[in-house]
Structures are given as structure tokens and as C-alpha cells.
């Protein structure tokens, strides 16, 4: 039996009465979409609503029945039965929106309503994120809410093993390992992915979720001194346990940030007795152990869609500086001291992406930034000072942060490797 689609052009009227507060079409995500009932067949032309075969795509299995399953430790079971059902889809057909919008609409979606509580006053964010496949291809994989079950067992299962998703169900243990490793672009290596998992799944109770995001950020870093692509599981697991020499040294388990910067992935990736790239910072070459260091910077660059909405931040800022580590669309304040007088402002986390926001904006007159400028953050006890470099005013200061940026727009640093900043 062959699977059939919702047109393009009737997913583009879902979009559009969504977005446009259609009363009609908006209760339908809380009392059910049918779409025999005259309500429904008003909002279309009657030729749009007819379904489109999906390259011959053929069910393998009658409809998993996944309705009553609507905890998150329901996943990996629901997860299991997606997958198998559609086990020999194609990964062009796996990527076609028209599908999974058309399985949360029709088969799935009582799933899709009582997994994700969509209600009244759920927002149009959430209901477009779970009931569509917007955004880019790693992100939107995992925001539907039936091709999220599907994808992650694909990208798991290990036909070679006795147990054939023993990934799959590390995978859906962590919200964290999901979102550090299935959303970044080197989990689409195979190598990487299951040396990753295989990592985890003998590290899971040594290392806290905060204490894992030093090897997905130490792994996503190798990126930029080897291809990744080239690397095998065993490459992958053995890279991980340098890191966790490096980081984790015996008899402490408190990762040092602080060398993040410094790059210590140039000691973890390369032969102990080879010459290092050099990565130091004012010409001081890294030692064997990662350097202490007492004062800690969040540096980061005005662009200029920081001043068209607000500033943005790298999620190692938010996490490691800020201490912010909230679900899609929380928020957390941070005290700000600007010239002696205290701002507080908020962050957050959006809806729909891995993205954060400072809304520096809201104080922007008071603290004068402007295109280009350098904001150095520096953590204080309860809060943190913030100074502004000008390239005309500062240019001396705003010069060597400039060449310590590198060409990108944040920077993690610790004080006492630079100069003293003053405006």
C-alpha cells in the first residue's frame, strides 16, 4: 500500500491560515483534523485536496499505534515502531516535508496533540514546529514529531549488533546528548555518531550532562584540524579519551573551560611527542595540563543583526559564562555593571532553534554599542561588568581583542592571558 501526501499547495494554505490566526483551521490542532468534515473543505478548493503518491513509497506494516505513548521515556519505543514501519524508505523520500507534515496532520495526529500538549493558548511556534518540517535539515528532523522518531532510529540502528537498537536507546536517554550531538552537523559521520554513543554509553554515569558538552565541543573543534568524514568509531572513542585526560585528569572530574579557547584539542588530537600547532595566546605555548586561571571573558563582536533585533550569543556562552542552559523559548536575567551603574537584562533561548539572545537592546542607549564594537563581559560574583570597545576610540585594545577573535564574532578567554582592558 502506497503512501499518499498532502499537496504542496495545500501544506503552503496549512502555513499560511496558521500564521494568519485562522479561527477555524487553529481549533483543528486541539479537536482533530478531519478532513471529510465540511469546516475542512471549506478553507480548499476541492481539486487541492486531493493526495499525491510519494514515489511509490510503500508502508511495510500496518500503522504503528503510538497514541496511548505520549511520554518522553514513550520515545524510544515509539521510535522503534516508526522506524520499522518505514524501514525502507529512501533518505530522499526520508527528507520529503510533505510526508511527515501529512503523518502529524492524518495518521499521527492525536500523537503529535497529546505528546506535545497543544492546547488553546499553545503557541504558533510550537505548533509549526511539531506539526511541519520547517527550519534547516538537521533542525527539522528533529522538531516533527514523527519524523524525530524515525531519523534518530535511522541514524542508530546497527543491523550488526545482537541488539539492534542498544543506540537508539542511548540516544533517547539524554534531551542533552540529542541536542549536543543529533543537531550538529558532524553526527551525520557514522563514525562520529557511534563513537559518540559508544562514548556515552560507557561514560553515562561518570559525567554529567554539563560535564559531557566538553567532548561534544572538543569533537566539534577536531572539525577544524581533520575531516571528520574520514574518521572511524574507533578513531572517535579513542580521540574522546585523550579529552577526558586532558579535562578529567585523575582524581578530578571538573572540566577546565577555560582552555577551550586555547584549543586543547591540538594535544588531544595529535602524537604526544609530536610539535604542537601553535596555539597559545601572547606567544605563551600550553603546557601539559590545562592552565588555572582566576578571571574568565565572554568577548563578543556587534554584527550588524545584532543591532536590527538584539545581540546574540554562542550556546558555550550562555552555558559556561552565563550559566543559562533553558529549554526552547525560556528565559534567565543576568546583572550587568556598566560604568558603576547596574543593568539587569534578559537571555533566552529560542523557540525554534539551538539559537540565544542577550537583549542588550533594551539598555543599548545607556550602554552607547554600535556596529562593529567589541562588548567584553567579565564575570563578577553575582553578576558580571561589561565594557565597550570602539576601533576609533580603543584602538589599541579593540585592535588585540580584534586578532584574538580570529575573524568570528565570540570568544570564551580568561583575563590574565591578555592585556588590561580599559575604555
Known sequence: MSIKVLSDKVIEAYESYLINNNKTFRKMYQKGFDLSSDPYKKLFVQEDLQFEDINGLNMKSEIPNITENIKTTDDYENSKKVFLWLKNMSLADANDKRLWITLTHTYFQEYTRNRWSIQKNSSDDVIKSRYFYSGSGLQARLRNSVSRLWWIAKLTWRPDLEDEFVFTKIAWSSQDLMQNLFERSFCTYKGVRFGMLRFYKDNSKVYSDTEFRIFYKELNALGATKPLV??????????????????YPQNSRKADYSTFKVKAIARAAE??????????????????????????????KIVAQDIERTPSISKDAAVI????????GEVSYANLLYRGIEKMVSIKK??????????????????????HDIIVFEKKNDGYSVKILNKERDWKSYSEF???????????????CLNEVSN
Do not use: C, W
Request: glycine letters at 4%.
Open 230 to 247: 574520514l574518521m572511524t568509531e574507533e578513531d572517535v572513542y579513542d580521540f574522546l579519551k585523550k579529552v577526558e585526560k586532558l579535562f
Open 271 to 300: 602524537p604526544e611527542k609530536e610539535n604542537y600547532p601553535d596555539s597559545s595566546i601572547n606567544g605563551e605555548k600550553l603546557k601539559e595540563q590545562p592552565l588555572q586561571y582566576e578571571r574568565r571573558l565572554y568577548i563578543k
Open 321 to 328: 559564562f552565563f550559566n543559562f542552559n533553558k529549554d526552547y
Open 350 to 371: 529560542r523557540k525554534t532553534r539551538s539559537e540565544y539572545r542577550i537583549f542588550l537592546n533594551q539598555i543599548r542607549s545607556s550602554l552607547g554599542f554600535d556596529l
Open 402 to 416: 580584534e586578532s584574538f577573535l580570529a575573524g568570528e564574532n565570540h570568544l570564551l578567554m580568561n583575563q590574565n
